[in-house]
């Protein structure tokens, strides 16, 4: 607005002249104001990256993921090892340089599933997903898995049952409150809240000696909408397969922590391996889960532990007795990572890293295909690109992972294969999984924050023909509380989420140090209630998904945009200002999670001296009395507000400098600029790791102990404080920022280097 109105009366020459401009020259110098400040820098030159959108077409899109998604795939199975070829031969057809990098890996599979209920009365879970005539792919029983937790122990227990909701620790404290124990029960806990993995670790630590998971209605069935086939919602007999290793320890080969799993690596017994589960672990539909829950007696659950079930939701234990036996094989079996590369013509040893993967539970048409899908389109259309006569500055790799549902098998072992080569030469990696449609979802490194923002300004939105931006920004606004809407509206950047773990992002970031994106749309097709179901089909995602493919095609167009942009950039795009405002924003948090703790215990406190929980209590449902408690001590956070104040200033010093060094960077110049903003990433990882779990480096991003896939931030001060493990605490903000220290004075360093072109001959 300002802009226009100034634009409109006079025009304020270098030296404050105010001169008048006529009418036309004005109307024609609005014109290009206006164009220049809609391109980013990287489009103002050749616009390739403008010439790149034009090329991805959703009926490619829609062909590669039927062709993906065509038989189930799982890690090991013949179609897998098919669809890697296949996607071998397309890299190569569209000019990449091309090859295969397996690696043998440890994936048991089931030998024999047993659910029985034995009293008071008898009942045998199916266990099973019947074909549906209307879904063509639901039928191919001989290569589907069936339904199970990859990397349960086996074992055989009977045992009371008992519902502990959604299984977080919060739920146990809660079962603790009204006398219900775990100890010796076989637990039932339904999906969602917390990752599947976290759900036996907990009952385990708990005392329980078996472990059901399912998935009720009121998550992702009926409750939400239709079941399928009638709609997008899961029925009775779907059920979501999923590892439950325990990816908060490390992800990967279980069989390699920290090494590759190659041919000749050496390798844990299977006793040694930390990250099986402790307790027997089974899926289940909530066909199957009706009757066990309707068998209960005990106490009435708690109002938000009911699900959407015709049935009284109670806690157990009681007169309700479970059987469940799991046996499996114990396999290695070979893990096929597909890797393109279009070398760069200027900086060959600087790599863009793109991945997705390939492997799927069954046929997995959203999971991963969609995001495969457009993986391949933007391949293609970088090869087309190339004919011509576009060649990168940076050399750029595409990867389709093998083995992530395992729990990120395929990128984790190549990572750690190629570690020290990705340290040197990675400048940042790029991720997808499934897609859907409606709004963009940007995740990653806060030093791409800005970066992103002005990818998404640039993309146009399929259905609204806004930029994916401003739709994300209207998302933002009309779901966002006061504040965040007010932001939403003034900052210049959308922020983005910070990435926990869950899919091939996680040991390019947390354990390599690599500046790390995660991409997708998602929020406006209708439920997904297929999820690692064999109804995850093309069948499935073409009805109710993203029926047209058109945001298959808008992923391409995004992540290609970025990938081209980083690798044709001089300087590298990174911006360290909102990197530093979400530090500070973090150490914020931090300050007030302990301030709460603080507050709350003292309220408590006080509450258990007036009688009040005694005078509250229910004679005829009477629940345990807390106890009087410590109050969490004050911590030392001054290292913290030191070193993010540090990040800040050293953030507005290297802005200022990369404005005023603009076209005056000599090639070498830029080199040694370019080498610390690849190492800045790095600066914030500790080579010890986090307490406990040595593979997690990064001192800012985490996957939770107690959430596997939810990030923590700042994860062992905040940690430390939720678990009450002060003195770690105060050893870890000590830590931090030391981390965030190393990274203010790598940026201050890169400011030097570009202030020195002011005396530098421009080249």
Not at 257 to 278: C, F, H, I, N
Not at 391 to 415: C, H, N
Not at 459 to 488: N, Y
Request: aromatic letters at 10%; a neutral charge; one cysteine or more.
């Amino acid at each position: 607005m300002a802009m226009r109105r100034f634009a409109q009366d006079i025009w304020c020459g270098s030296q404050g002249a105010f001169v008048i401009i006529p009418v036309v020259i004005r109307r024609a110098l609005i014109a290009l104001l206006l164009t220049a400040a809609a391109l980013p820098l990287a489009a103002q030159g050749d616009a390739w990256d403008a010439k790149f959108r034009a090329i991805p077409e959703a009926r490619h899109v829609r062909d590669y993921v039927r062709t993906l998604s065509a038989r189930p795939h799982h890690l090991g199975s013949a179609y897998d090892k098919q669809n890697a070829d296949w996607i071998l031969g397309k890299f190569r057809e569209w000019g990449w340089d091309a090859q295969i990098e397996r690696y043998d890996v440890l994936f048991p599979t089931p030998k024999e599933r047993v659910l029985e209920l034995v009293a008071p009365t008898r009942f045998k879970a199916s266990l099973e997903e019947p074909e549906l005539p209307v879904d063509p792919t639901s039928g191919q029983k001989s290569e589907q898995l069936p339904p199970f937790n990859a990397y349960s122990i086996d074992g055989d227990v009977t045992g009371p049952l008992v519902y502990v909701n959604y299984g977080r620790p919060e739920d146990y404290e809660e079962l603790e409150r009204r006398g219900v124990s775990v100890k010796g029960a076989i637990v039932i806990a339904r999906y969602a809240q917390s990752w599947r993995g976290i759900k036996p670790k907990v009952a385990a630590e708990h005392g329980a000696i078996g472990c059901l998971i399912y998935s009720d209605p009121r998550d992702d069935g009926y409750f939400v909408d239709q079941a399928f086939p009638a709609g997008p919602s899961r029925s009775k007999d779907s059920v979501q397969r999923g590892s439950v290793v325990d990816m908060p320890l490390y992800p990967g080969d279980p069989l390699t922590p920290g090494y590759a799993s190659t041919a000749d690596a050496r390798r844990l017994d299977l006793a040694q391996v930390k990250v099986l589960t402790k307790i027997p672990v089974l899926p289940i539909s909530y066909g199957d889960a009706q009757p066990l829950l309707a068998a209960l007696t005990g106490p009435v659950a708690p109002t938000d532990w009911r699900g959407a079930l015709p049935l009284t939701y109670r806690l157990g234990p009681g007169a309700a007795r479970v059987h469940l036996k799991v046996a499996f094989n114990w396999d290695r079996v070979p893990a096929y990572n597909v890797i393109a590369k279009l070398t760069g013509s200027t900086y060959p040893d600087e790599w863009v890293v793109r991945g997705n993967h390939h492997d799927a539970w069954v046929n997995g048409a959203q999971d991963p295909s969609s995001g495969m899908a457009a993986e391949l389109e933007e391949a293609r259309a970088l090869g087309e690109l190339a004919k011509q006569g576009w060649r990168p500055k940076r050399t750029i790799v595409y990867a389709a992972w093998d083995g992530e549902e395992q729990g990120l098998l395929g990128s984790v072992e190549w990572v750690e294969h190629h570690v020290s080569e990705l340290r040197d030469k990675a400048v940042a990696y790029i991720n997808s999984d499934g897609n859907s449609r409606g709004f963009l979802n940007m995740s990653g490194s806060h030093v791409l924050e800005q970066f992103i923002n002005r990818v998404a300004r640039d993309v146009e939105d399929p259905e609204t023909r806004l930029s994916v931006w401003r739709r994300a920004q209207a998302r933002a606004i009309a779901t966002g509380a006061p504040a965040a809407r007010t932001e939403a509206r003034s900052r210049p950047d959308l922020r983005i989420g910070a990435l926990g773990s869950g899919s091939d992002y996680s040991a390019f970031l947390q354990h390599a140090g690599i500046a790390s994106l995660n991409l997708a749309f998602g929020g406006q097709s209708q439920s997904d209630g297929v999820y690692h179901s064999i109804y995850d089909d093309f069948y499935y995602y073409s009805t109710f998904i993203d029926p047209d493919f058109a945001y298959g095609r808008a992923l391409a167009q995004t992540i290609g945009t970025a990938v081209i942009r980083l690798a044709d950039a001089e300087v590298l795009p990174f911006d360290f200002t909102n990197l530093a405002e979400t530090v500070q924003t973090y150490v914020r948090e931090l300050q007030a999670l302990l301030r709460t703790q603080q507050d709350d215990a003292r309220e408590r406190n006080r509450q258990i001296e007036e009688g009040v929980f005694t005078a509250m209590n229910n004679p005829g449902r009477p629940l345990k009395l807390p106890v009087v408690e410590a109050i969490a001590p004050a911590l030392n956070f001054a290292p913290l507000e030191n070193a993010t104040a540090a990040l800040a200033a050293a953030s507005d010093r290297y802005k200022k400098a990369v404005d005023g060094s603009r076209g005056r960077l000599t090639t070498e110049l830029t080199k040694r600029v370019n080498a610390k903003l690849i190492a800045s990433e790095r600066r914030l990882t500790d080579p010890a790791g986090l307490r406990g779990r040595d593979w997690y480096r990064h001192l800012l991003y985490a996957p939770g102990f107690y959430t596997g896939y939810a990030v923590k931030t700042v994860p062992g001060v905040r940690e430390g404080i939720e678990q009450k493990q002060y003195a770690e605490a105060e050893a870890e903000i000590v830590r931090a920022a030391a981390a965030i220290q190393r990274e203010a004075d790598l940026v201050n360093a890169a400011a030097g280097d570009l202030e020195s072109s002011k005396s530098t001959p421009t080249p």
